[in-house]
């Protein structure tokens, strides 16, 4: 299953960007989708997640109230709106679907992966 995520780029501090990632609609629409960032030198983390139908979000802690996950499910498509983006926000951004419907924060709860999208953020 292929994903494909966009939106990615160069953004100053306090910018904004917003990051989309589609899917096969046959293994999205009843799946709980994820976002991954993984900076260099580091290791792949949780952002934010959504479940199927939207109903249930989650959020990393230093993300909340700064960035905003939704899905429209009639485009297969789920979105990142990044506000408010930092330095320590810059990295690879993955998207992911779900073995469920249910939103989860754990890396092994996602089976398909897309091939990231980079921002990077200048102070």
């Known amino acids: 299953v292929q994903l494909q995520a966009s939106g990615g780029g160069l953004v100053q501090a306090g910018g904004s960007l917003r990051l989309s990632c589609t899917a096969p609609k046959r293994t999205f629409s009843n799946n709980a989708v994820g976002w991954f960032r993984q900076a260099p030198g580091k290791e792949r983390d949780f952002v934010a997640a959504?479940?199927?139908?939207?109903?249930?979000?989650y959020y990393q802690d230093a993300v909340k109230g700064r960035f905003t996950i939704s899905r429209d499910n009639a485009k297969s498509t789920v979105y990142l709106q990044m506000n408010s983006l930092e330095p320590e926000d810059t990295a690879v951004y993955f998207c992911?679907?779900?073995?469920?419907?249910?939103?989860?924060?754990?890396?092994?709860?996602?089976?398909?992966w897309g091939r990231g999208t980079l921002v990077t953020v200048s102070s």
């Open positions: 992911a679907v779900g073995r469920s419907s249910y939103a989860s924060d754990n890396r092994a709860n996602y089976v398909y």
């Open positions: 959504i479940s199927w139908n939207g109903g249930v979000t």
